[in-house]
């Protein structure tokens, strides 16, 4: 198959159900990712060609499963790491081709040369990098020539434990490890992610869409504000969310959509006041939902909670949440107060209404326009004449002074106006004016531009009054 466009080789048992190949020939394809396990139940193949692909990083899964691999060609990738042991299981291997790879020599390659040389394998192997090592050849450098500098993170495959983490199967701990965001890189495999006690801020789709086997996400105790909504979409086997103890104000109405395996949610002691009608409504399995510790707002625009959580279930909700506001519903327990009591009598609070409408305070100054964000929060769109976050700012077109050669006047709406000294003009004053133009010089004589005037340079033989 060489000369195609594939992406990459997956893991989807393909080769098992080939018992009989022997050779596989991909050279010239473009393949940036071979997953792990891709050859698994190719036992028979002979002859592996991946010349002239994009790989970047062979990892000690790549090429499990070729039992009686004899010839391994990676020639003319991007290669810059290859991981401890990755060639370890290919016992019948007697051609390695590695050339026209810009490998990196640092320590986490050290293994590789003395590897290759009890081998006798891969003799035209070169280092790309670092700059001292450029050009050597792999099989006559010594374990003490591969240097790292603390910048240097060795050879790590897309998906290993990030370095803030430990990982023990597919179980993933980042607790206490003061943390600002979701680190990069967490196994896709992950079943169990530990992050609490962190300052993480946010949680978006992006960071863990690929974590589609996560079946438990504790993210208590940071300091997030807002679930979005499809946070996490695509999370189809998750079980357990604890969101509890950190700064949210808003879960938006999509935030737990998909999520039809979650048994147990926890918002405990949290700062949300009100809940839209069917943020639950993904939730076929749900047997806990914590909502305790939470300013709720109990008037109409709750009754839907008070329905749902007397249908979901026995205790579902335990009789721990209660309600803050409004006076009349103050400390009533949300599961045990009569779902006839959630009645409105006026607009909710300013400050409950805007934790999640982030423009109802109206926040944008000056005639800005307000608009939400995705993320939960508000963008401003600024009047002529303003800048900054709310539109707080009045733009000072004079700033940086320009006017070359004149005096800066502000205008309205941002505006400015150049007042030109003598001898310039121009929008910014920019312009010289010339003032040889119709000049009176005589018998050839050479006009010369002054500023507000001019002098006559007079031709051999004669003379006279230049100055003009």
């Known amino acids: 198959m060489p000369d195609n466009n594939l992406a990459q080789i997956k893991s989807d048992g393909t080769f098992g159900r080939l018992p009989d190949l022997t050779k ?3 050279r010239n394809n473009g393949i940036l990712v071979i997953e792990d396990n891709a050859f698994d139940g190719a036992a028979n193949i002979q002859e592996l060609l991946l010349d002239r692909n994009l790989l970047q990083t062979i990892t000690d899964k790549m090429f499990f499963g070729l039992h009686s691999l004899t010839v391994l060609s990676l020639a003319d990738n ?15 291997l007697n051609t390695l081709r590695l050339e026209g790879n810009p490998l990196e020599c640092t320590c986490h390659l050290a293994w590789l040369g003395a590897w290759l040389r009890a081998r006798h394998l891969a003799p ?3 280092c790309h990098a670092p700059q001292p090592l450029h050009a050597a050849n ?4 010594e374990t003490a020539d591969f240097k790292c500098t603390p910048e240097d993170k060795g050879c790590l495959a897309p998906d290993y434990c990030p370095a803030q983490c430990t990982c023990t199967g597919t179980v993933v701990r980042c607790s206490r490890a003061q943390l600002t965001t979701l680190p990069a890189n967490i196994p896709r495999q992950t079943t169990e992610l530990y992050l609490e006690s962190n300052e993480i801020t946010s949680i978006s789709a992006e960071q863990v869409r690929h974590l589609t086997q996560l079946q438990r996400l504790d993210l208590s105790n940071n300091r997030i504000s807002v679930l979005a909504n499809h946070t996490f979409q695509g999370l189809s086997k ?4 604890i969101v509890s103890y950190n700064r949210l104000r808003c879960v938006q109405r999509d935030a737990l959509k998909g999520l039809t395996q979650l048994r147990v949610l926890s918002l405990h002691g ?9 943020v639950f409504r993904d939730l076929e399995s749900i047997s806990h939902v914590a909502l305790g510790s939470n300013p709720l707002y109990c008037d109409c625009g709750l009754r839907w909670l008070s329905e749902w959580v007397r249908s979901a279930g026995e205790y579902v909700e335990p009789g721990i949440a209660r309600c803050a506001d409004p006076p009349t519903m103050r400390d009533k327990l949300l599961l045990s107060t009569q779902t006839s009591a959630f009645t409105c009598r006026g607009k909710p609070p300013a400050e409950v209404v805007s934790k999640c409408d982030r423009c109802y305070n109206s926040p944008c100054l000056n005639g800005g326009v307000c608009a939400p964000t995705a993320s939960g929060g508000f963008e401003c769109a600024c009047a002529r004449g303003f800048h900054g976050e709310t539109c707080q700012h009045q733009i000072d077109a004079c700033y940086g002074s320009p006017c070359a050669n004149g005096q800066c006047q502000l205008l309205e709406e941002g505006r400015f106006h150049c007042s030109c000294e003598a001898g310039y003009t121009g929008v910014r004053c920019e312009v010289n004016i010339d003032d040889c133009a119709g000049h009176r010089c005589q018998n050839n004589a050479t006009c010369l531009d002054k500023l507000e005037g001019y002098t006559c340079k007079c031709a051999p033989g004669y003379m006279g009054t230049s100055l003009v």
């Open 78 to 92: 991007k290669i810059k790491c290859i991981t401890p042991g990755a060639f370890d299981h290919l016992t019948m």
């Open 270 to 278: 949290n700062n949300i006041s009100m809940l839209a009608d069917g």
């Open 138 to 141: 792999i099989h006559h450098l």
């Open 124 to 126: 035209d192997a070169v």
């Open 238 to 241: 998750l079980s357990t969310l």
């Open 24 to 26: 596989l020939d991909f």
